[in-house]
T-cell receptor
Framework: GEDVEQSLFLSVREGDSSVINCTYT??????LYWYKQEPGAGLQLLTY?????DMKQDQRLTVLLNKKDKHLSLRIADTQTGDSAIYFC?????????????FGAGTRLAVHP | SQTIHQWPATLVQPVGSPLSLECTVE??????LYWYRQAAGRGLQLLFY??????ISSEVPQNLSASRPQDRQFILSSKKLLLSDSGFYLC?????????????FGSGTRLTVV
C-alpha cells in the first residue's frame, strides 16, 4: 500500500541542527519531496530529490535518501526561528494515472531560543 | 510564470448554508488540479482531483462536490454545510506528466462552520 510516516513534533534550540525523518512505502517513487507550511499558509515546496540520488544539498538544507530502507530525512543546519513550521514529506508513486503525491501527516518544528 | 489563486481566504458559514470555493491557475494549460482539506493540527486529505475539464475524481465520500468548468478553474461546493466541514482547504496544481516540481499550492481558505 501507499503510506508516508513522520514523527509529529520536533523541538530544537535556535542555532542547532534539525533532522526531520520520514519513511515511505512505494519503492517505485521516482521523486520525493519536502514541503514547508507556515501558520495559516499553503504548502511551499522546499526541495525534492530524485530516487537515483543519495543526497542533495541546498544551502542550509540537506536531504538524505536511503532507498533500501525507504527512509528520507531533511536536515536544517543552524535552525532559525523562521524555520518554525510544519514540514511534510511526500512520495510520488509511478502508478496512479496522474501525478499522485502521497503526503505524510507533517512534522511540527518548534524552534526555541 | 505560473500562479495559483484561491479565494476567499477566510469564510464563516452557518450549518446548512451552501459553499463555493474557487481556485484558478494562470500561466499554464491543461494542469492537473486538486482540492485538499486539512483539519486543525492534522495532515492533508485529498478530496478531489481533476485531469481535465469536466473530469472529476473523488477520493473520499463526503458532503462536498467539485467541478471544473474551464481548463484552469476548479470549484469546491456544498449544498448544505455540516460542522464537520470546517477546516483549511487547499487547492493545488501540477503539470501533466511532469513530476519534478510536485504540486504548487494556493494560499488556502479557512472555513469555519458555525
Amino acid at each position: 500500500g501507499e503510506d508516508v510516516e513522520q514523527s509529529l513534533f520536533l523541538s530544537v534550540r535556535e542555532g542547532d541542527s534539525s533532522v526531520i525523518n520520514c519513511t515511505y512505502t512505494d519503492s517505485s517513487s521516482t521523486y520525493l519531496y519536502w514541503y514547508k507550511q507556515e501558520p495559516g499558509a499553503g504548502l511551499q515546496l522546499l526541495t525534492y530529490i530524485f530516487s537515483n540520488m543519495d543526497m542533495k544539498q541546498d544551502q542550509r538544507l540537506t536531504v538524505l535518501l536511503n532507498k533500501k530502507d525507504k527512509h528520507l530525512s531533511l536536515r536544517i543546519a543552524d535552525t532559525q526561528t523562521g524555520d518554525s513550521a510544519i514540514y511534510f514529506c511526500a512520495e510520488s508513486p509511478s502508478s496512479g494515472g496522474y501525478n499522485k503525491l502521497i503526503f505524510g501527516a507533517g512534522t511540527r518544528l518548534a524552534v526555541h531560543p | 510564470s505560473q500562479t495559483i489563486h484561491q479565494w476567499p481566504a477566510t469564510l464563516v458559514q452557518p450549518v446548512g448554508s451552501p459553499l463555493s470555493l474557487e481556485c484558478t491557475v494562470e500561466g499554464t494549460s491543461n494542469p492537473n488540479l486538486y482540492w485538499y482539506r486539512q483539519a486543525a493540527g492534522r495532515g492533508l486529505q485529498l478530496l478531489f482531483y481533476s485531469v481535465g475539464i469536466g473530469q472529476i475524481s473523488s477520493e473520499v465520500p463526503q458532503n462536498l462536490s467539485a467541478s471544473r468548468p474551464q481548463d484552469r478553474q476548479f470549484i469546491l461546493s456544498s449544498k448544505k454545510l455540516l460542522l464537520s466541514d470546517s477546516g483549511f482547504y487547499l487547492c493545488a496544481w501540477s503539470s501533466v506528466g511532469g513530476r519534478i516540481y510536485g504540486y504548487t499550492f494556493g494560499s488556502g481558505t479557512r472555513l469555519t462552520v458555525v
